[in-house]
């Protein structure tokens, strides 16, 4: 190649950067700066015009401008595989790499009502994101989605971090900061394996709202009582309300209900045992001064054997009534003083639960309890912070 030939590629390697700053304005733009470029390289196959050959560890086709965009492609072709800006990797290389140092490394905007301003497609990682400091991946809409993920059958969105949250959604609106929807299988996956699955905060509002049409949240965790499918705890990390592997329920408060009245509802309380409990009632006749009553064959095999107790209340005047007798399934009651009365009663039942006969209000200690992490934010503080957005120009 002789020195002027050279030049002439020089001349039109400056002349295709010139396009390329035209060409991000618009198509149109793009169309009028190739009549005024200095040189046009124009051909009609299938093959490049202008291409790059580097065997060294250099770029093949460099662009550069001091304002404008360095390379800019343009096509009219409408197949989906066509493109106005091509690369290629055979090996484990980057087939197309965008860096910078205060902008975007990579933008991509579609100007349609539809369609897709970034579509990516392969074995591998789709769309693949890394920053130091800012986010690896940013998408933005003004109405419709900032990033959609889609997968026929792995995941959709695949996000990782080592320090902090993999996803942080910010919805600075009325609007949700996550929308998850789902025709079949999971709307929404989150695992890790130390930490939280997924951490969702707000600053005013609902943390999370759920709806489901059979089942509105699912937690599950390993069998035991140091695991724990829910836990409820305050914005200091202190428990409220939390559910063991084995299905006990722990809580702090007091458990009230809505009972329904002529005049509106009413709110009552539960009672607390010191003991694990479980209590039936019902009546019986004496006869003659002496009844036989059998237990429920449901209520016997859900008590501690014959560990029970039995509340009497007669239905008439008697010398007294006691429990003379009592087994695994039932008890006698008596007159006393050898009356022979014949009336009805009433009786209470209160035993221990199957299984807890030696449990009588255990210590709780704090070490046994378990501890919800609390995010990860900035100097500590639980507060959702802001990220930090950057400017989307209009081209």
Do not use: W
Request: charge should be positive; proline fraction near 4%.
């Amino acid at each position: 190649m002789n020195g002027i030939t050279k030049r002439l590629c020089a001349v039109t390697a400056f002349s295709l950067g010139a396009t390329a700053a035209a060409a991000i304005a618009s198509p149109a733009l793009a169309q009028s700066a190739l009549h005024v470029v200095q040189s046009l390289v124009t051909c009609g196959t299938s093959r490049a015009c202008v291409s790059g050959n580097n065997t060294g560890s250099g770029a093949g086709v460099a662009g550069s401008s001091a304002n404008g965009n360095g390379v800019t492609g343009y096509t009219k072709a409408t197949l989906s595989e066509n493109a106005a800006v091509y690369g290629n990797s055979n090996g484990t290389a980057t087939g197309v790499y965008g860096e910078s140092s205060l902008g975007y490394g990579m933008r991509a905007k579609n100007r349609g009502s539809s369609g897709i301003g970034l579509g990516a497609v392969g074995g591998g990682f789709g769309v693949y994101g890394s920053s130091n400091r800012g986010g690896g991946v940013f998408g933005a809409s003004s109405s419709g989605t900032g990033v959609s993920a889609v997968s026929i059958a792995g995941y959709g969105l695949d996000a990782q971090s080592s320090t902090n949250a993999a996803i942080h959604a910010y919805n600075s609106t009325s609007g949700p900061a996550v929308a998850a929807l789902a025709t079949a299988g999971n709307a929404l996956y989150a695992n890790t394996s130390h930490g939280s699955g997924a951490m969702i905060t707000t600053n005013d509002g609902y943390g999370a709202d759920i709806y489901g049409t059979i089942v509105g949240i699912a937690g599950s965790a390993l069998a035991g009582t140091s695991t724990y499918p829910l836990l409820l705890t305050d914005s200091s990390g202190h428990n409220l309300f939390y559910v063991d592997g084995d299905g006990n329920v722990f809580y702090h408060g007091t458990i009230s209900g809505f009972l329904r009245t002529t005049r509106g509802n009413i709110r009552a309380y539960g009672a607390s045992s010191t003991t694990p409990s479980v209590e039936d009632v019902g009546s019986a006749e004496l006869r003659n001064g002496s009844a036989r009553v059998r237990l429920d064959p449901v209520f016997a095999r859900s008590i501690d054997g014959s560990t029970y107790h039995v509340f009497l209340t007669p239905g008439g005047d008697t010398r007294g009534l006691f429990v003379a007798e009592r087994d695994g399934d039932g008890f006698v009651v008596k007159e006393s003083q050898g009356g022979r009365s014949s009336i009805t009663f009433d009786y209470r039942i209160v035993a221990t639960q199957s299984g807890h006969k030696t449990d009588r209000m255990a210590f709780a200690s704090p070490n046994a309890m378990p501890k919800a992490p609390l995010p990860k934010l900035q100097a500590g503080v639980r507060k959702l912070l802001k990220p930090v957005v950057p400017a989307v120009p209009n081209p």
